[in-house]
């Protein structure tokens, strides 16, 4: 192989390489903790995510929302928080 195929097979993988990469946006992340349980909590869940999508985030889509349900169970809040830490949730 000669050395200038070589350069021009480098270069153009070069700059072929990010163009994939920047026609996906990053999906944002955001972390939901609760010390109650999903039960009665479905029309404020509906309205945030009009919210969202009402300043351009759209859920499954360029935003993932994880939830953590306590359901009551005050004890779990610690461990759930440590896993949204973890997930290193955006907000």
Do not use: C
Request: hydrophobic fraction near 45%.
């Amino acid at each position: 192989m000669r050395r200038r195929d070589f350069i021009k097979g480098v270069v153009g993988s070069a700059i072929a390489w990010p163009i994939p990469a920047l026609a996906q946006s990053p999906v944002a992340v955001v972390g939901f903790l609760n010390s109650a349980s999903p039960d009665g909590f479905g029309e404020r869940i509906i309205a945030f995510k009009h919210g969202l999508q009402q300043t351009g985030y759209i859920a499954d889509q360029n935003v993932k929302i994880e939830y953590r349900w306590a359901e009551g169970h005050f004890d779990r809040l610690p461990l759930m928080a440590d896993e949204l830490v973890k997930r290193r949730v955006d907000v």
